[in-house]
């Protein structure tokens, strides 16, 4: 069977991120990450191959021209689409031309796991899937002519005399180490590479997060945490760095650090077996020590993104985010010590903020020092605790605009702010985090902040010398993988002198 998997993506998203620079080396920071190779059909790719019998293309439609996406719907026999809520109208639109073309459709993601009847009342999709597909897309797919089947198959809806049915939920998949390693070589790999502000490649090795924040779906994001075994997540490490040579990894885990120990393993495999990266990783302030944050520098961790959401304790009580400022405080403290470069994420525009709340926001923000704030406003997303909470004021429903952290429309309307407070009070926050932490005086508190740290824990003087050992050897791949070509260091499968290099522990020879 000849599949086609292709992940929607809103081409008025795409033309605003180009107009910002957003597919272009040197483009804005917060248009790149819509390049990144997706992750999810790569995934159920892997596993239609593992079963046999399957012929896969991964289409992200981010990148791909029209021409190309309709070329795969015409040659594929089914045609499944992947849709965020941002991208939902997209997905849909894609799924009424697949089913005019006669292809039997399936739409799966966070949009349909959440309002499979915004996709099955508009007749564009045979059937959705909700929450985890790995296991019911080659279910669905062997018994797409067999209708009266797919009451016997686990997290599906579909439409039968005009009502939506919808069978029972599957369990969370716990052995992650019995999935294939995602499909990255359906990828052309390198035209990711040429697009991408930082090239590099996402992995997950971990689904779940067992915090409960209001503004997060819990069926996307369950709160049943489940991960790789220390092991297995490095030896899916070592297969990218052998067959793709990546300047960089990200792990795009909902929250990777945890489980401590875990990721401290990982980072004692990744020194142990020589493998010279950079990466960087999604964390909470809360969840971060100082030995975990050490072993992760030396590993080659370069950067953290923390999701702060808040420096109001009312609003951290408010939203569940079940973290205090004091928290926040001590895990920014720990990470400027150990040196590693952290951005904070913040949503402004909950209910019954106030401006005391965006003040003490302010404060924590200056406080803490981060590198970087990334602030949007809050999108109720449909599953979520706070659009209940607020699902009478809404204005327009999340998948009918498109929204980003530089662009967004109206969404609903706020008990205490209109739309222009709320983001004059976010680009506020961001100006005043570029006057008190970007400039000069910042910069020489995190080095004197380091420096007492060295004094005061001498085996970080050690760990620099072996960090600056294993940059230099970093440095050597990537002059490698540059001097190569992109195209040709990234093709699938090619091993190259930098790939080699990643793994045996051995310099390459750079001119």
């Known amino acids: 069977m000849r599949v086609a998997l292709v992940y929607a993506k809103s081409r008025s998203f795409q033309q605003k991120a180009a107009g910002i620079g957003g597919f272009t080396a040197g483009g804005s920071e917060y248009a790149h990450d819509d390049v990144f190779p997706p992750l999810g059909i790569a995934c159920l790719g892997a596993v239609l191959e593992q079963r046999g019998g399957y012929e896969v293309r991964l289409l992200d439609d981010s990148i791909e021209p029209e021409e190309k996406i309709n070329e795969a719907i015409a040659w594929a026999d089914a045609v499944g689409v992947t849709a965020l809520t941002s991208n939902a109208r997209r997905a849909r639109e894609l799924g009424h031309r697949a089913r005019q073309a006669g292809r039997f459709v399936v739409i799966g993601g966070p949009h349909p796991t959440v309002a499979p009847e915004f996709f099955l009342e508009d007749d564009c999709c045979d059937v959705t899937v909700q929450s985890e597909g790995d296991y019911v897309l080659p279910e669905i797919l062997e018994a797409r002519a067999q209708p009266q089947r797919w009451h016997n198959i686990q997290n599906l809806t579909f439409k039968r ?54 503004f997060c779906d819990a069926e996307m994001t369950p709160r049943n945490y489940r991960a790789m075994s220390a092991e297995r997540t490095v030896e899916l490490v ?64 370069i950067k953290l993104y923390y999701g702060l959401e808040s420096g109001s304790p009312d609003q951290l009580v408010s939203i569940k985010k079940a973290v205090t400022p004091e928290g926040i405080l001590k895990g920014a403290e720990l990470t400027r010590a150990i040196g590693i470069y952290f951005k904070f994420f913040i949503i402004y525009g909950f209910p019954g903020e106030t401006e005391k709340d965006h003040a003490c926001t302010e404060d924590i923000v200056r406080r803490a020092m981060p590198h970087n704030v990334a602030v949007s406003l809050l999108c109720p997303h449909k599953g979520t605790t706070v659009y209940e909470e607020i699902k009478d004021r809404i204005i327009h429903q999340p998948e009918d605009v498109r929204y980003g952290y530089w662009h967004q429309t109206e969404m609903w309307r706020h008990d205490r702010f209109s739309f222009e407070e709320l983001q004059a009070a976010r680009d506020q926050l961001i100006a005043r985090h570029r006057r008190t932490c970007m400039g000069l005086r910042a910069k020489v508190q995190r080095k004197w902040e380091r420096l007492v740290a060295m004094v005061r824990h001498p085996g970080l003087v050690r760990d620099l010398f072996e960090i600056r050992a294993r940059k230099r050897l970093y440095r050597q791949r990537v002059a490698s993988w540059l001097k190569e070509g992109r195209r040709g260091a990234g093709q699938a499968g090619g091993q190259g002198a930098g790939a080699a290099a990643c793994s045996s522990g051995q310099p390459v020879e750079v001119e």
């Open 238 to 301: 070592e297969k990218v760095m052998q067959d793709y040579n990546p300047p960089q990894v990200f792990f795009f885990d909902d929250l990777f650090t945890i489980n401590k120990k875990r990721v401290i393993r990982i980072c004692e495999e990744i020194i142990r077996r020589g493998i010279f990266m950079e990466w960087s990783a999604e964390s909470r302030v809360d969840t971060v020590t100082f030995e975990m944050l050490r072993l992760m520098r030396k590993a080659g961790c």
């Open 161 to 214: 005399d005009g009502r939506l049915i919808a069978t029972p939920r599957r369990p969370y998949i716990k052995d992650l180490d019995a999935l294939p390693l995602p499909a990255y070589h359906l990828y052309d790999m390198p035209r990711f590479f040429e697009r991408m502000v930082n090239p590099g490649i996402p992995l997950v090795s971990s689904r779940g997060c067992p915090y409960a924040c209001t």
